[in-house]
């Protein structure tokens, strides 16, 4: 019963480097969402999937990139990481628009 | 105004007490609204839906005022294990997404 899986759960960056966060849902969702969350800031939606194939911008989009190449995967790429990209990262799911959110554990991401 | 508002407390209160939080939103064509908990380090969990009747699921009550845009949670017979963030989420009205408040700490102490 794992729900949505986040991959991995840690990692330090240098400046420059790229990685890709990965993201795994069992439950057959539609939608899937990349948000970040920074102390103060609350959670900010970064791109969001409303199914295989596609993807759309959220609220703080840039140097970042996403792919829906599978339903049950939903995959965030920094190409190029900054300081300004150390965060926590949470992915989620739900089955249709407006629906409620399940949520994987974190990825917590610090780049030097 | 800001798409959803919260008060960020803390709000302290010992064992067994009754506390409410408020949150306002700014799109009146809003149609869907939740609660989710946050516990330190963790991911958000869904706490309740809210309904435009309001809702009770033990010892939490949601209620909706569309009137005024706001959206409430009532914790009755607080519990240790119910500190924690609380936040508020609204249907961003026009796209497929959820807007998330910054959340309300709540504390409750023995």
């Known amino acids: 019963n794992a729900g949505v899986t986040q991959t991995p759960k840690f990692r330090v960056l240098k400046t420059g480097q790229s990685m890709t966060l990965l993201c795994a849902q069992d439950?057959?969702?539609?939608?899937m969402y990349w948000y970040r969350q920074d102390p103060g800031m609350g959670l900010r939606l970064i791109h969001y999937?409303?199914?295989?194939?596609?993807?759309a911008k959220g609220e703080v989009p840039d140097g970042y990139n996403v792919s829906r190449l599978k339903k049950q995967n939903f995959l965030l790429g920094l190409e190029s990481a900054a300081p300004s990209q150390t965060s926590v990262y949470f992915c989620a799911s739900s089955w249709g628009e407006n629906q409620p959110q399940h949520f994987g554990d974190g990825t917590r991401l610090s780049i030097l | 105004r800001k798409e959803v508002e919260q008060d960020p407390g803390p709000f302290n209160v010992p064992e067994g007490a009754t506390v409410a939080f408020n949150c306002t939103y700014s799109?009146?064509?809003?149609?869907?609204f939740f609660w989710y908990r946050q516990d330190c380090r963790k991911e958000p969990k869904l706490l309740m839906s809210?309904?435009?009747s309001g809702n009770e699921d033990g010892r939490f009550t949601a209620q909706l005022n569309r009137a005024s845009q706001y959206i409430s949670l009532l914790i009755r017979d607080s519990k240790l294990s119910d500190s924690a963030t609380y936040l508020c989420?609204?249907?961003?009205?026009?796209?497929?997404?959820?807007?998330f408040g910054k959340g309300t700490m709540l504390l409750v102490s023995p």
């Open positions: 809210v309904y435009s």
């Open positions: 989420v609204v249907n961003k009205f026009g796209y497929s997404t959820l807007t």
């Open positions: 999937s409303v199914g295989e194939g596609t993807t």
């Open positions: 439950m057959n969702h539609e939608y």
């Open positions: 799109n009146s064509a809003s149609q869907s």
